[in-house]
């Protein structure tokens, strides 16, 4: 049982490792972030436990919620990274297209999280978007 729960903690950290990765890839000018987001991840401030993980990556893989995106009534900003590898940003895209009253902002530099590697942008945004003060989708 003990090499068991070894092999499933080896193979947990390698999976949150290459996930953190991907979260932050393509973003070279934020070496400095992304040492303190890997601290994290290491410390497990950020980091998930691993069941709460799995539920969350089975829902995402069998979840498909298309049919209710025009059911989305409330004004909506979408924020999105270009250099997401894990949720394209042809997702970013769709969204908007099918979310009535939406407005998408795409990072350039980011990658999955803008709202950790960006955070100071996103909070302008998102407090702009809402005061109104931003009034056409991008």
Known sequence: NAIIGFIQEYRAEKAMEAFSRLIIYGEDHLKEKRAQLWAQLEDGVVQPPLHVARACLQMIETADLRSDLDKISMPTVI???????????GTAYYLN?????????????????????????????????????????E
Not at 99 to 119: D, G, R, V
């Open 79 to 89: 924020i999105h990274g270009a250099l997401d590898h894990i949720c394209p940003v």
């Open 97 to 137: 297209a099918h979310i009535p009253n939406s407005m998408l902002h795409i990072f350039p530099t980011a990658a999955h999280a803008p709202h950790l590697t960006h955070a100071d942008q996103v909070g302008t945004r998102l407090s702009q978007f809402l005061r109104g003060e931003i009034e056409e989708a």
